[in-house]
């Protein structure tokens, strides 16, 4: 069964090697048009928020600025549920949006509302929180302390604050 077959290639080389050398280009061309990510970001659409509050009880961060900070996150378009946690002089509030959100909607969102609790959280807290962007995008302001995405080039507490010249500094307080 195999034999004719064989004596067939060997008789027709070339057409055989044509054929395969399409099938190779039809491979290289669906390979190219195929979207492959190198890592996947397989996480839902969520803002973290990272705030520290030193010399705070995990009960007064969970009251004085855990609480506060996911009251004025409720409301937010495209907000399907919000979390957080609350240790010793840390808290750190997730908010996680809906698939057909945009990310960056939800942190320019996220971020206004941030805005406006400002001034409701204690004073030690008030300028150390930092919103996180997703994975693999990561960077700290030095001069103001917010977390931001390499991408941006620009600062979200709109200082002027250059992410790349700022990412070795230690995070400034005032």
């Known amino acids: 069964m195999i ?3 064989v004596n067939w290639a060997v008789h027709k080389r070339w057409l055989v090697l044509l054929l395969t050398a399409i099938a190779a280009v039809i491979g290289g061309i669906a390979l190219h048009r195929l979207p492959i990510d190198a890592v996947p970001d397989i996480t839902n659409n969520q ?6 509050a030193p010399a705070l009880s995990p009960e007064l961060v969970e009251k004085q600025v855990a609480y506060p900070i996911e009251t004025a996150l409720a409301g937010i378009a495209g907000l399907d549920h919000s979390r957080s946690i609350s240790r010793n002089g840390f808290a750190q509030i997730t908010a996680v ?4 959100t945009d990310i960056y909607f939800a942190r320019q969102q996220v ?3 941030l805005n406006g609790v400002a001034e409701t959280c204690p004073p030690e807290s008030a300028r150390k929180w930092g919103r ?4 693999l995008a990561k960077s700290i302001c030095g001069r103001c302390g917010w977390s931001i995405a390499a991408t941006t080039r620009i600062c979200p507490a709109n200082r002027g604050c250059s992410p790349t010249a700022a990412i070795s500094r230690p995070r400034a307080t005032g």
């Not at 803002?47 to 520290?52: A, F």
């Open 3 to 5: 034999a004719p077959i």
């Open 47 to 52: 803002v973290q928020i990272n705030v520290r």
């Open 97 to 100: 949006f809906d698939e057909s």
């Open 111 to 113: 971020g206004e509302r």
């Open 132 to 135: 996180s962007p997703p994975a």
